[in-house]
């Protein structure tokens, strides 16, 4: 790492101008969220030692009992939100219902909500194939000084303050956006400090990967299948290669720098596809959207669907701008 390269913290400084109303509190909840990230960094980069540190639900050679990782990162993040005193409500894939965070003084004069995916993608620890944590952060609606409600997390994506994402892969990356463009992180685990690795991301304006579960092809509508046989014809730039890892966070990252697109539509099996909208889907468009990218339900803008159940799924179809009207246009022509 060069000696002038910036850290994280520096650049939340240098940054925090940039952030309307904000009097310091999103730098706050930026910096809750790298400390977590460290925190499940350390314990999923341990989970291939499972058979000396116990599998989940059974107890460790030191008589701890080992929890599932995304439980333990649903907590982590959690707590660290909690102690900072910026946050006024919590909601997780990892919970059922949404968490009022009560401020100490009692007032609830927190103006921030997080929805997050603690750790997507974690049925590939065991193959020890990379995984993520999604995040996304509004301004409370309901008034200051009251317990917030529903309503304050069924916001439609563009009232987003902020999104990101951690991918814990052959290296550990924090990439995010406040609305001014989408930078990348590197930890340099060895210090434990995040360096500004990848400075304002762009997904390319189209790119030669196309990434779905082609395994449920014939569940697929005909326009998904249109595109699908589209991205594998011989003609100009095609085929294109197909990628898919089963990893939202891993597919998108290797999408935004080399330039794809990533679906996950709707199928028979999955009527209204399988990624959920307020934890998974907004936050990544938003990221897509500030990098130059679309992110699309296949007919219409993610970010304007306006959201009416906490853990609702939306079909997704996200990345270089290019691609994504492609599809749409296979789409539309089977509407
Ligand atoms: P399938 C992981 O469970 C996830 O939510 C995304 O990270 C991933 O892209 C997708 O589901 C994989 O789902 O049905 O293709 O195994």
């Known amino acids: 790492m060069q000696g002038k390269t910036k850290t994280l913290g520096e650049f939340i400084i240098e940054n925090q101008a940039e952030f309307q109303y904000s009097t310091g509190e999103l ?20 989970a291939g030692l499972i058979d000396i540190l116990g599998a989940a639900g059974e107890t460790n050679v030191q008589g701890e009992s080992q929890q599932k990782l995304d439980v333990l990162a649903n907590e982590k993040f959690i707590q660290t939100l909690k102690n900072r005193e910026i946050v006024c409500g919590i909601a997780s894939e990892e919970e ?3 968490i009022s965070i009560n401020s100490l003084d009692e007032n609830h004069q927190n103006k921030y909500v997080v929805l997050i995916d603690p750790l997507d993608g974690s049925s590939n620890i065991d193959v020890n194939v990379s995984v993520g944590t999604i995040f996304s952060i509004y301004r409370r609606l309901t008034p200051s000084g009251t317990p917030v409600t529903l309503d304050d997390f069924l916001q439609p994506g563009v009232n987003q303050v902020a999104a990101g994402y951690i991918i814990y892969g052959t290296s550990t990356m924090l990439v995010y956006t406040t609305g001014h463009g989408v930078n990348g992180f590197t930890l340099n685990p060895a210090i434990g400090t995040f360096y500004l690795s990848h400075p304002n991301m762009q997904f390319p304006e189209t790119g030669k990967i196309y990434s779905v579960n082609e395994g449920n092809y014939i569940h697929f509508p005909q326009g998904v299948k249109d595109y ?32 794809g697109i990533y679906m996950y539509p709707k199928s028979s099996v999955n009527s209204n596809g399988k990624l959920r909208l307020l934890y998974e889907c907004n936050p990544m468009a938003f990221l897509a959207e500030q990098a130059g990218g679309k992110a699309s339900d296949g007919y219409g803008r993610i970010m304007e669907i306006q959201p009416t159940e906490l853990h609702q799924r939306v079909p997704f179809f996200c990345g270089s701008r290019k691609m994504v009207e492609k599809a749409e246009s296979f789409m539309a022509r089977q509407r």
């Open 27 to 46: 730098s706050k909840l930026i910096n809750a969220i790298r400390l977590a990230a460290k925190v499940v960094n350390h314990e999923v980069n341990k």
């Open 96 to 98: 059922e219902d949404y």
């Open 228 to 259: 699908i046989k589209y991205c594998q014809m011989e003609e100009g730039d095609r085929p294109y290669t197909s990628r898919y890892i089963g990893s939202l966070v891993s597919d998108f990252h290797r999408n935004m720098i080399k330039g």
